[in-house]
């Protein structure tokens, strides 16, 4: 018998009676009811997942942005935008999601390294709350396009603050070598050449420095730099009136313990009375920590090849969903926990848990322990963040169909790809 433990995403996700059920709802069930590979949300764990940061800012002049690029699915972004959330986007494709699901533009940020003119139109049309610049030839650009539609656009300066946020090389984004941001040494003439330029309006700061962060110091450091400069910068003559933290606070799928969401902020808000900066509004852009563990991917056991043991070989256990369908395994050798819906009793082997894809870093976990038969559906955990976000139709594969549970209800939120629609816009010589 396995010990006992804490599933990533409980209370929301729990074993009762050997069935795993998100929000009350068994997921063997709803695995039958839609079909695999299914995506699964609870509304009220992302709900709750906000609330924790707007609870630790109360009071504060804040704005939340759900950095929707981790689930950008319109329930999830209805989701958010009904419990008071902003967002923070990175293409005019999530400008078009977040319009299309109900949210506001005003209380949008635009980050990104590389935006195009027309984003930059669609967005200025669309009246976004703050452009997040990251380089002087996109102040340079965007001022012509806001100067071509008579109005000034409201910029941040994203500065790569060099600090260390010790997480996977992939995901780490405030060090001087990374692509992002303007470099801290010239932050001061970036700010005076956005003064300068009719077509802005200088209004904030800000900063990213990764994902899946699991400690507070860096985002104190980070701050310190940010704080540095805004000091600067106001002695240089340009306001700044808004203070941008960025995302990345991490979450539990193994062992990792970060901070609660509301440790982050308490101790972003003591840092920026301390320093003489508690009367600035502070915002935060998380992703993975508002999703993450909102979710699980429900898929079904196809094959299981037992190795030749006198090989040295694995066992391979066949699921139905793959790498397209979630891409974090094979792109960052994610650790992601893997239980079955329905608890059998019975030995456990050792498995890689892999998917049809014909490319050996399609797998989904290597070497866990399960007790399975062909047919069983295994739940993929912590899923509910860079999993649908990050799907592809690799193999022509037709993507997964998502549901959100919602209390007593459950709402088929994405139907399942159809492989026709896939090459509908593809035309024969
Ligand atoms: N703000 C900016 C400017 C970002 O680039 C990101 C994420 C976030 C906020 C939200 O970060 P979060 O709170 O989710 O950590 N696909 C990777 C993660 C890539 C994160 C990219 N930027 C993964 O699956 O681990």
């Not at 078009?96 to 027309?118: C, I, M, Q, W």
């Not at 998502?402 to 492989?419: C, N, Q, S, T, Y």
Request: proline share 5%.
């Amino acid at each position: 018998m396995k010990p006992a433990m804490t599933l990533p995403g409980a209370p929301y996700l729990a074993r009762q009676a050997g069935d795993l059920r998100l929000d009350g709802h068994a997921l063997a069930e709803l695995a039958s009811r839609f079909g695999t590979p299914l995506y699964v949300y609870s509304r009220a764990a992302m709900r709750d997942a906000f609330m924790a940061y707007e609870r630790a800012l109360a009071g504060r002049r804040h704005l939340v942005c759900y950095a929707m690029k981790a689930n950008s699915s319109l329930a999830v972004l209805q989701t958010f935008a009904q419990a008071g959330a902003g967002f923070d986007i990175v293409s005019g494709g999530e400008l078009a999601r977040v319009l299309a699901a109900g949210g506001d533009a005003s209380r949008v940020v635009f980050s990104g390294v590389g935006k195009t003119r027309a984003e930059m139109r669609q967005a200025l049309q669309a009246g976004v709350r703050c452009f997040n610049v990251e380089s002087e030839t996109e102040l340079d650009t965007l001022n012509e396009e806001a100067l071509g539609l008579g109005c000034r656009a409201p910029v941040s300066l994203r500065v790569n603050p060099d600090v260390d946020a010790g997480t996977h090389p992939y995901i780490s984004t405030g060090l001087k070598g990374n692509k992002f941001g303007i470099a801290h040494a010239h932050a001061v003439a970036a700010y005076r050449h956005a003064a300068a330029l009719p077509g802005l309006h200088v209004v904030g700061i800000d900063c990213h420095i990764g994902s899946q962060i699991t400690q507070l110091a860096p985002y104190l450091d980070a701050l310190d730099r940010l704080l540095d400069l805004v000091e600067q910068v106001e002695a240089a003559g340009v306001p700044i009136y808004h203070v941008d933290v960025g995302g990345g606070l991490g979450i539990t799928y193994t062992d990792e313990t970060p901070p609660a969401a509301t440790a982050l902020v308490q101790a972003v808000l003591r840092k920026l009375d301390a320093r003489g900066h508690g009367h600035r509004e502070v915002l935060f852009e998380p992703g993975r920590s508002l999703v993450g563990n909102a979710g699980v991917l429900v898929t079904e056991v196809l094959v299981l090849k037992p190795g030749a043991a006198d090989a040295g070989g694995k066992n391979f256990c066949v699921v139905d969903a793959a790498m397209n369908d979630l891409l974090r395994p094979a792109l960052y050798e994610a650790w992601m926990g893997i239980e079955p819906c329905v608890q059998r009793e019975g030995p456990c082997s050792t498995w890689d848990v892999v998917g049809p894809v014909c490319e050996s870093s399609d797998w989904l976990g290597r070497g866990r322990e399960l007790a399975v038969e062909r047919g069983d559906k295994l739940a993929v955990l912590s899923a509910g963040a860079y999993g649908m976000a990050m799907a592809s139709n690799y193999n022509t594969r037709p993507r997964a169909a998502e549901v959100m549970v919602d209390g007593p209800r459950v709402h088929l939120i994405r139907e399942r790809e159809d492989a026709r629609t896939l090459f509908a816009g593809e035309r024969l010589l």
